[in-house]
């Protein structure tokens, strides 16, 4: 597997007739980084991935590894020719192989010795827990092992990065937590670089180093899971990450790395976080619509000392913890 330091997308475009799908996507990742591509359907995310792939040509921009460009619209490596490995939404397992088979369908490809294809097989197979599904075909696996055996697939060729087109979409709710655990570990144990395709926050969030929120082709927001949960930098992210509580405020001035603004008939006192301070402060010199938002679990019903509202209560929710 060559090693490499970084991916630098630079000002990605893709058109899909006079549709612009993807905007001007820039993002560099580091070698061994989860990155999550998470937004909803027709963003542009898997358009991204299959770039990225080399399962179609970018109209704009280039992909570099490192000092290796693979894409730009002149130069262009093929996709077997990059060293990448991928799992689809629907696994894309041949049903006519084995479980074994089709782990080691790749490797076959590249005329890798027989001897060898059985230990690389069997230890992806136990990594992914299928070690004793060895014999079986696709159709006598449940959706979970078929997941299972599509990942082993895609890491037993040692690939340089991995790409997951929303892999776990086709599973029930416990399959699903089941198997964000089971991705979390080989990643932490292979070091694999990953970029990750949903539509599913939870998943996002549990999985990532880092994640890109997209809409309608275009960057919103790249941060951490904590950053992204905690900041949204504009009204769509915060949607999109399920703020509910969100209204407009209008800002009286600002103090000592805070700001007293008024919502509604209350005067209400904020302290800036200083990772999204500049970002705050820049919109109220611009005038633009500001907005608070805040999360069911930080309220408490009850009076305060200070930043207390009278608020209806129109819904209730229960969602176990």
Request: hydrophobic share 40%; glycine share 8%.
């Amino acid at each position: 597997m060559k090693d490499f330091k970084e991916i630098k997308i630079q000002n990605l475009v893709k058109y899909y007739g006079n549709r612009k799908v993807v905007d001007s996507f820039s993002l560099t990742i580091e070698n061994g980084e989860f990155i999550t591509l998470l937004g909803p359907s027709g963003c542009g995310k898997t358009t991204i991935l299959n770039s990225i792939a080399g399962l179609i040509p970018i109209d704009g921009g280039s992909i570099y590894i490192d000092d290796e460009c693979i894409d730009d619209g002149k130069r262009f490596v093929p996709p077997e020719k990059r060293n990448f490995g991928m799992v689809f939404q629907n696994y894309a397992l041949f049903p006519h192989l084995t479980v074994f088979e089709n782990v080691a369908f790749g490797l076959r490809i590249r005329k890798i010795p027989a001897s060898e294809i059985k230990e690389r097989v069997i230890k992806a197979l136990r990594l992914v827990h299928l070690e004793e599904h060895v014999d079986k075909y696709p159709r006598q696996l449940s959706g979970g092992e078929q997941q299972r055996t599509a990942l082993a697939r895609c890491i037993v060729t040692e690939p340089r990065l991995m790409l997951l087109d929303e892999p776990l979409s086709n599973l029930d709710a416990l399959l699903r937590i089941e198997m964000r655990y089971e991705l979390k570990a080989i990643h932490e144990k292979l070091g694999i670089t990953t970029i990750y395709v949903t539509h599913d926050q939870q998943e996002a969030l549990a999985l990532s180093d880092r994640i890109v929120v997209l809409n309608k082709g275009r960057i919103q927001q790249i941060g951490t899971p904590e950053e992204i949960y905690s900041y949204p930098r504009n009204l769509f992210v915060a949607h999109f990450l399920g703020f509910r509580n969100i209204w407009n405020v209008d800002v009286i001035h600002v103090k000592n790395g805070g700001i007293e603004f008024k919502l509604g008939d209350f005067v209400l006192n904020a302290v800036l976080n200083e990772k999204y301070k500049e970002h705050v402060l820049n919109s109220i010199r611009d005038k633009k619509k500001l907005y608070i938002s805040i999360r069911p679990e930080d309220i408490k019903i009850g009076e305060g000392p200070s930043n207390s509202l009278e608020m209806r209560i129109e819904v209730i929710e229960y969602l176990g913890r």
